[in-house]
Protein backbone atom coordinates (compact mmCIF):
# COMPACT_ATOMS: atom_id res chain seq x y z
CA UNK A 1 0.00 0.00 0.00
CA UNK A 2 0.28 1.54 -2.56
CA UNK A 3 1.72 0.71 -5.97
CA UNK A 4 1.31 2.91 -9.06
CA UNK A 5 0.68 0.44 -12.05
CA UNK A 6 0.03 0.59 -15.99
CA UNK A 7 -2.06 1.29 -17.69
CA UNK A 8 -1.58 5.04 -16.43
CA UNK A 9 -1.73 8.31 -17.93
CA UNK A 10 1.73 8.23 -17.12
CA UNK A 11 4.31 5.22 -17.87
CA UNK A 12 4.72 2.86 -15.16
CA UNK A 13 7.42 0.28 -13.83
CA UNK A 14 4.67 -2.16 -13.96
CA UNK A 15 1.85 -2.98 -15.06
CA UNK A 16 -0.35 -5.42 -12.87
CA UNK A 17 0.45 -8.65 -13.99
CA UNK A 18 4.27 -7.90 -13.98
CA UNK A 19 3.85 -6.11 -10.52
CA UNK A 20 2.21 -9.76 -9.85
CA UNK A 21 4.99 -11.77 -10.75
CA UNK A 22 7.30 -9.30 -9.05
CA UNK A 23 5.56 -9.76 -6.01
CA UNK A 24 5.40 -13.92 -5.82
CA UNK A 25 9.05 -13.82 -6.83
CA UNK A 26 9.25 -12.12 -3.66
CA UNK A 27 7.49 -13.66 -1.43
CA UNK A 28 5.20 -10.38 -0.63
CA UNK A 29 1.58 -11.45 0.96
CA UNK A 30 -0.33 -8.40 -0.95
CA UNK A 31 -0.24 -5.17 -2.84
CA UNK A 32 -2.74 -2.24 -3.53
CA UNK A 33 -2.81 -0.75 -6.99
CA UNK A 34 -3.48 2.78 -6.91
CA UNK A 35 -4.60 5.03 -9.99
CA UNK A 36 -5.17 8.51 -9.97
CA UNK A 37 -7.74 7.54 -12.95
CA UNK A 38 -10.29 6.08 -10.63
CA UNK A 39 -11.13 2.61 -9.78
CA UNK A 40 -8.94 -0.50 -9.82
CA UNK A 41 -10.94 -3.13 -8.45
CA UNK A 42 -11.56 -4.60 -11.72
CA UNK A 43 -7.88 -4.74 -12.41
CA UNK A 44 -7.53 -6.48 -8.97
CA UNK A 45 -9.94 -8.69 -9.97
CA UNK A 46 -8.24 -9.95 -13.35
CA UNK A 47 -4.91 -10.26 -11.90
CA UNK A 48 -5.86 -12.87 -9.07
CA UNK A 49 -7.15 -14.35 -11.56
CA UNK A 50 -4.07 -14.42 -13.71
CA UNK A 51 -1.91 -15.63 -10.70
CA UNK A 52 -4.47 -18.44 -10.67
CA UNK A 53 -4.16 -19.45 -13.72
CA UNK A 54 -0.44 -19.46 -14.21
CA UNK A 55 0.36 -20.46 -10.84
CA UNK A 56 -2.14 -22.46 -9.46
CA UNK A 57 -4.13 -22.23 -5.82
CA UNK A 58 -0.95 -22.15 -4.17
CA UNK A 59 0.27 -18.88 -4.08
CA UNK A 60 -0.39 -16.38 -0.96
CA UNK A 61 -0.08 -13.16 -2.61
CA UNK A 62 -3.63 -10.99 -3.26
CA UNK A 63 -3.80 -8.44 -5.76
CA UNK A 64 -6.25 -5.35 -3.94
CA UNK A 65 -8.11 -2.70 -5.66
CA UNK A 66 -9.13 0.92 -4.86
CA UNK A 67 -10.88 3.87 -5.94
CA UNK A 68 -9.19 7.45 -5.77
CA UNK A 69 -11.72 10.39 -5.49
CA UNK A 70 -10.65 12.31 -8.54
CA UNK A 71 -12.40 14.41 -11.33
CA UNK A 72 -12.27 11.22 -13.11
CA UNK A 73 -14.92 9.41 -11.33
CA UNK A 74 -16.67 12.32 -10.53
CA UNK A 75 -14.96 13.77 -7.49
CA UNK A 76 -16.85 13.03 -4.15
CA UNK A 77 -18.82 10.55 -5.63
CA UNK A 78 -20.53 8.06 -3.18
CA UNK A 79 -22.52 6.11 -6.40
CA UNK A 80 -18.74 5.46 -7.81
CA UNK A 81 -17.44 4.41 -4.67
CA UNK A 82 -19.91 1.78 -3.48
CA UNK A 83 -19.60 0.40 -7.35
CA UNK A 84 -15.77 0.20 -6.76
CA UNK A 85 -16.60 -1.62 -2.72
CA UNK A 86 -18.60 -3.81 -4.23
CA UNK A 87 -16.44 -4.80 -6.83
CA UNK A 88 -13.39 -5.50 -3.90
CA UNK A 89 -11.83 -2.31 -3.65
CA UNK A 90 -10.32 -2.13 -0.23
CA UNK A 91 -8.89 1.46 -0.07
CA UNK A 92 -10.76 4.71 -0.74
CA UNK A 93 -8.80 7.20 -1.04
CA UNK A 94 -9.80 10.99 -1.34
CA UNK A 95 -8.59 13.06 -4.14
CA UNK A 96 -4.94 13.47 -5.09
CA UNK A 97 -4.08 15.19 -8.18
CA UNK A 98 -7.89 17.14 -7.92
CA UNK A 99 -7.37 17.85 -4.56
CA UNK A 100 -7.70 22.08 -4.25
CA UNK A 101 -3.96 21.62 -1.86
CA UNK A 102 -2.25 19.53 -4.29
CA UNK A 103 -3.50 21.87 -7.06
CA UNK A 104 -2.54 24.66 -5.09
CA UNK A 105 0.95 23.24 -4.24
CA UNK A 106 1.80 22.86 -7.97
CA UNK A 107 1.43 27.17 -8.59
CA UNK A 108 -2.01 26.70 -10.21
CA UNK A 109 -5.33 27.70 -9.66
CA UNK A 110 -7.05 25.78 -6.81
CA UNK A 111 -10.69 27.02 -8.04
CA UNK A 112 -11.26 24.40 -9.99
CA UNK A 113 -10.44 21.58 -7.48
CA UNK A 114 -12.87 19.02 -5.76
CA UNK A 115 -14.55 20.27 -2.47
CA UNK A 116 -14.16 17.98 0.06
CA UNK A 117 -14.30 20.78 3.43
CA UNK A 118 -16.45 23.69 3.32
CA UNK A 119 -16.90 26.01 6.08
CA UNK A 120 -15.09 23.71 8.25
CA UNK A 121 -17.64 20.82 7.66
CA UNK A 122 -17.00 17.83 5.27
CA UNK A 123 -19.33 18.25 2.32
CA UNK A 124 -22.32 16.23 2.21
CA UNK A 125 -21.63 13.63 0.36
CA UNK A 126 -18.64 12.91 2.35
CA UNK A 127 -21.08 11.81 4.78
CA UNK A 128 -22.26 8.81 2.41
CA UNK A 129 -19.02 7.90 1.90
CA UNK A 130 -17.95 7.43 5.49
CA UNK A 131 -20.95 4.87 5.87
CA UNK A 132 -19.93 3.22 2.56
CA UNK A 133 -16.47 2.70 4.12
CA UNK A 134 -17.56 1.58 7.32
CA UNK A 135 -20.23 -1.13 5.96
CA UNK A 136 -17.41 -2.57 3.71
CA UNK A 137 -14.67 -2.42 6.59
CA UNK A 138 -12.40 -0.98 3.69
CA UNK A 139 -9.53 1.53 4.80
CA UNK A 140 -10.60 5.37 4.37
CA UNK A 141 -7.15 7.09 3.02
CA UNK A 142 -6.24 11.12 3.25
CA UNK A 143 -4.77 11.10 0.06
CA UNK A 144 -3.37 14.73 -1.39
CA UNK A 145 -5.53 16.82 1.11
CA UNK A 146 -4.14 19.46 3.43
CA UNK A 147 -3.42 19.05 6.95
CA UNK A 148 -6.35 20.97 7.70
CA UNK A 149 -8.53 19.44 6.38
CA UNK A 150 -7.25 16.07 6.84
CA UNK A 151 -8.46 17.09 10.38
CA UNK A 152 -11.95 18.06 9.61
CA UNK A 153 -12.25 14.77 7.01
CA UNK A 154 -10.61 12.54 9.89
CA UNK A 155 -12.82 13.96 12.87
CA UNK A 156 -15.94 13.77 11.06
CA UNK A 157 -14.96 10.14 9.38
CA UNK A 158 -14.40 8.90 13.02
CA UNK A 159 -17.66 9.75 14.75
CA UNK A 160 -19.52 8.21 11.18
CA UNK A 161 -17.80 5.19 12.57
CA UNK A 162 -15.10 4.58 10.21
CA UNK A 163 -12.49 2.20 11.70
CA UNK A 164 -9.19 2.22 9.23
CA UNK A 165 -7.97 5.85 8.76
CA UNK A 166 -4.43 6.19 7.04
CA UNK A 167 -2.74 9.59 6.34
CA UNK A 168 -1.40 9.65 3.09
CA UNK A 169 2.18 10.21 2.89
CA UNK A 170 1.95 13.36 5.37
CA UNK A 171 5.85 14.51 4.95
CA UNK A 172 5.66 14.40 1.22
CA UNK A 173 5.43 18.59 0.72
CA UNK A 174 2.41 17.92 -1.25
CA UNK A 175 1.07 17.44 2.09
CA UNK A 176 3.45 19.09 4.18
CA UNK A 177 2.27 18.02 8.01
CA UNK A 178 4.13 19.08 10.69
CA UNK A 179 5.83 16.67 13.30
CA UNK A 180 3.91 18.11 15.93
CA UNK A 181 0.52 17.76 13.69
CA UNK A 182 1.74 14.32 12.89
CA UNK A 183 1.68 13.45 16.92
CA UNK A 184 -1.75 15.34 17.78
CA UNK A 185 -3.59 13.54 14.93
CA UNK A 186 -2.20 9.94 16.00
CA UNK A 187 -3.32 10.67 19.87
CA UNK A 188 -6.98 12.42 19.09
CA UNK A 189 -7.92 10.10 16.23
CA UNK A 190 -5.31 6.66 16.46
CA UNK A 191 -5.20 7.21 12.88
CA UNK A 192 -2.34 5.22 10.58
CA UNK A 193 0.88 7.16 9.18
CA UNK A 194 1.69 6.00 6.24
CA UNK A 195 5.52 6.98 5.87
CA UNK A 196 7.40 6.37 2.35
CA UNK A 197 10.25 5.29 1.70
CA UNK A 198 11.48 8.03 -0.31
CA UNK A 199 9.27 10.84 -1.49
CA UNK A 200 8.91 12.61 -4.97
CA UNK A 201 10.85 16.36 -5.02
CA UNK A 202 9.52 16.99 -8.65
CA UNK A 203 11.63 16.47 -11.91
CA UNK A 204 12.45 12.49 -11.21
CA UNK A 205 14.28 13.62 -8.05
CA UNK A 206 14.06 11.82 -4.88
CA UNK A 207 13.89 12.85 -1.06
CA UNK A 208 14.61 10.04 1.21
CA UNK A 209 12.60 9.58 4.36
CA UNK A 210 14.15 6.98 6.75
CA UNK A 211 15.69 9.67 8.63
CA UNK A 212 12.48 11.22 9.26
CA UNK A 213 10.90 7.75 9.55
CA UNK A 214 12.66 7.11 12.33
CA UNK A 215 12.00 10.62 13.82
CA UNK A 216 8.24 9.86 13.15
CA UNK A 217 8.33 6.42 14.80
CA UNK A 218 10.01 7.26 18.02
CA UNK A 219 7.60 9.97 18.90
CA UNK A 220 3.96 8.26 18.12
CA UNK A 221 5.05 4.28 18.08
CA UNK A 222 5.39 1.89 15.23
CA UNK A 223 2.04 0.85 16.01
CA UNK A 224 0.76 3.71 14.20
CA UNK A 225 3.44 3.96 11.34
CA UNK A 226 3.38 1.99 7.87
CA UNK A 227 6.15 2.40 5.81
CA UNK A 228 5.34 1.70 2.25
CA UNK A 229 7.10 2.51 -1.16
CA UNK A 230 4.56 4.17 -3.17
CA UNK A 231 5.63 2.80 -5.83
CA UNK A 232 5.98 2.35 -9.42
CA UNK A 233 7.47 5.22 -10.62
CA UNK A 234 10.29 4.14 -13.34
CA UNK A 235 12.50 6.43 -11.29
CA UNK A 236 11.69 4.98 -8.07
CA UNK A 237 13.94 2.28 -6.43
CA UNK A 238 11.52 -1.27 -7.12
CA UNK A 239 11.91 -4.72 -6.97
CA UNK A 240 14.85 -4.79 -9.30
CA UNK A 241 17.78 -5.77 -6.78
CA UNK A 242 15.45 -8.35 -4.85
CA UNK A 243 14.94 -9.91 -8.90
CA UNK A 244 18.69 -10.05 -9.80
CA UNK A 245 19.13 -11.82 -6.28
CA UNK A 246 16.47 -14.53 -6.80
CA UNK A 247 17.76 -14.81 -10.74
CA UNK A 248 21.48 -15.14 -10.16
CA UNK A 249 21.82 -16.87 -6.74
CA UNK A 250 24.15 -14.04 -5.38
CA UNK A 251 23.21 -12.77 -1.78
CA UNK A 252 19.83 -10.06 -2.42
CA UNK A 253 22.07 -7.98 0.21
CA UNK A 254 24.73 -7.36 -1.99
CA UNK A 255 22.31 -5.95 -4.77
CA UNK A 256 20.70 -4.22 -2.52
CA UNK A 257 24.01 -1.97 -1.43
CA UNK A 258 24.82 -1.87 -4.62
CA UNK A 259 21.55 0.12 -5.79
CA UNK A 260 21.22 1.91 -2.65
CA UNK A 261 24.61 3.44 -3.34
CA UNK A 262 23.47 4.18 -6.67
CA UNK A 263 20.41 5.49 -5.99
CA UNK A 264 21.63 7.50 -2.78
CA UNK A 265 24.17 8.81 -4.51
CA UNK A 266 22.91 9.73 -8.07
CA UNK A 267 18.95 10.01 -7.51
CA UNK A 268 19.04 11.40 -3.99
CA UNK A 269 22.07 13.47 -4.63
CA UNK A 270 23.40 11.91 -0.83
CA UNK A 271 27.27 11.82 -0.06
CA UNK A 272 28.58 8.50 -0.06
CA UNK A 273 28.95 8.43 3.76
CA UNK A 274 25.58 9.52 4.18
CA UNK A 275 24.58 6.23 2.30
CA UNK A 276 26.77 4.20 4.00
CA UNK A 277 25.54 5.45 7.67
CA UNK A 278 22.03 4.10 6.58
CA UNK A 279 23.21 0.65 6.15
CA UNK A 280 23.04 -1.29 9.34
CA UNK A 281 26.77 -2.59 9.54
CA UNK A 282 26.71 -4.40 12.91
CA UNK A 283 23.27 -6.23 12.28
CA UNK A 284 24.87 -7.39 8.78
CA UNK A 285 28.28 -8.41 10.64
CA UNK A 286 26.54 -10.11 13.01
CA UNK A 287 23.88 -12.40 10.17
CA UNK A 288 27.47 -12.93 8.16
CA UNK A 289 28.95 -14.71 10.91
CA UNK A 290 26.14 -16.65 12.36
CA UNK A 291 25.62 -17.45 9.06
CA UNK A 292 28.74 -18.52 8.41
CA UNK A 293 28.89 -20.42 12.27
CA UNK A 294 25.83 -22.52 11.22
CA UNK A 295 26.83 -23.75 7.95
CA UNK A 296 30.04 -24.84 9.59
CA UNK A 297 28.62 -26.31 12.14
CA UNK A 298 25.74 -28.24 10.03
CA UNK A 299 28.65 -29.07 7.65
CA UNK A 300 30.48 -31.22 9.99
CA UNK A 301 27.93 -32.55 12.11
CA UNK A 302 28.51 -30.21 15.05
CA UNK A 303 25.06 -29.46 14.70
CA UNK A 304 23.70 -32.55 15.34
CA UNK A 305 25.91 -33.71 17.83
CA UNK A 306 24.93 -30.69 19.67
CA UNK A 307 20.88 -31.50 19.23
CA UNK A 308 21.60 -35.29 20.21
CA UNK A 309 23.40 -34.09 23.86
CA UNK A 310 20.71 -32.11 24.60
CA UNK A 311 17.98 -34.36 24.12
CA UNK A 312 19.97 -37.30 25.69
CA UNK A 313 20.72 -35.51 28.74
CA UNK A 314 16.69 -34.83 28.92
CA UNK A 315 15.87 -38.45 27.65
CA UNK A 316 14.52 -39.51 30.93
CA UNK A 317 12.66 -35.82 31.75
CA UNK A 318 11.89 -34.60 28.08
CA UNK A 319 8.97 -31.98 29.79
CA UNK A 320 12.37 -30.30 31.06
CA UNK A 321 13.58 -29.61 27.70
CA UNK A 322 12.33 -25.90 27.26
CA UNK A 323 14.15 -26.00 30.45
CA UNK A 324 17.16 -27.00 29.21
CA UNK A 325 17.41 -24.78 26.29
CA UNK A 326 15.87 -21.58 28.49
CA UNK A 327 19.24 -22.01 30.41
CA UNK A 328 21.59 -22.55 27.26
CA UNK A 329 20.38 -19.50 26.27
CA UNK A 330 20.87 -17.61 29.37
CA UNK A 331 24.53 -18.71 29.44
CA UNK A 332 25.25 -18.22 25.85
CA UNK A 333 23.99 -14.43 26.69
CA UNK A 334 25.69 -14.13 29.79
CA UNK A 335 28.88 -15.05 28.06
CA UNK A 336 28.48 -12.11 25.71
CA UNK A 337 26.25 -13.10 22.77
CA UNK A 338 23.79 -10.45 22.09
CA UNK A 339 20.06 -11.50 21.68
CA UNK A 340 20.27 -12.03 17.97
CA UNK A 341 23.64 -14.13 17.88
CA UNK A 342 21.79 -16.33 20.69
CA UNK A 343 18.45 -16.07 18.45
CA UNK A 344 20.46 -16.92 15.53
CA UNK A 345 22.62 -19.41 17.20
CA UNK A 346 19.96 -21.13 18.32
CA UNK A 347 16.70 -21.41 16.18
CA UNK A 348 18.19 -24.16 13.75
CA UNK A 349 19.00 -26.17 17.24
CA UNK A 350 15.92 -26.03 18.65
CA UNK A 351 13.64 -26.40 15.87
CA UNK A 352 16.14 -29.85 15.11
CA UNK A 353 15.22 -30.51 18.69
CA UNK A 354 11.59 -29.92 18.29
CA UNK A 355 11.23 -32.06 15.37
CA UNK A 356 12.86 -34.95 16.66
CA UNK A 357 11.13 -34.70 20.45
CA UNK A 358 7.82 -33.92 18.98
CA UNK A 359 7.86 -30.97 21.09
CA UNK A 360 5.81 -27.52 20.08
CA UNK A 361 7.97 -25.20 18.10
CA UNK A 362 6.20 -22.40 19.51
CA UNK A 363 7.22 -23.85 23.46
CA UNK A 364 10.73 -23.90 21.74
CA UNK A 365 11.21 -20.81 20.35
CA UNK A 366 9.83 -18.73 23.74
CA UNK A 367 12.05 -20.96 25.42
CA UNK A 368 15.24 -19.09 23.80
CA UNK A 369 13.64 -16.41 23.83
CA UNK A 370 12.90 -15.65 26.50
CA UNK A 371 16.67 -16.97 27.88
CA UNK A 372 18.66 -14.80 25.47
CA UNK A 373 16.49 -11.95 27.25
CA UNK A 374 17.22 -12.97 30.66
CA UNK A 375 21.45 -13.92 30.11
CA UNK A 376 21.25 -10.10 28.84
CA UNK A 377 19.75 -8.46 31.79
CA UNK A 378 22.08 -10.63 33.87
CA UNK A 379 24.89 -7.80 34.76
CA UNK A 380 21.73 -5.83 35.85
Known sequence: MHVHTNPDLKLRAYNDFELAEAAIRVGARAIVIKSHQGFTANRAFLTNEFVRRVHGENTSFTMYGSVTMNKAIGGINPSAVETALKLGAKVVWLPTQSAKNHIHKMGKDPS????????????????????????????????HVSPEEAFVVIEAARNAGVKKIVLTHPEWWIVGMSHEDQIKIVKDYDVILERCFAQNMGGGKYKSNLPDNLEIIKKV??????????????????????????????NTGLFCMVFA???????????????????????????????????????????????????????????????????????????????????????????????????????GGVAINAGALAGGNFPT
Not at 124 to 138: C, G, H, R, T, W
Open 221 to 250: GYKNVMVDTDGGQTENPHWEAIILGYKTGI
Open 112 to 143: GGVDIVVGWKVVPELNEIFKLVKDYDAVLGTA
Open 261 to 363: YIIGCFVMGLKPGQVIGFWAINTMFVILSVSLFYNFAAINGTLEKLSGSLLYSCRKFPGLLPFALFAVAVILSIMGATFFTVMAFMAPITLAICEEAKMDKLT
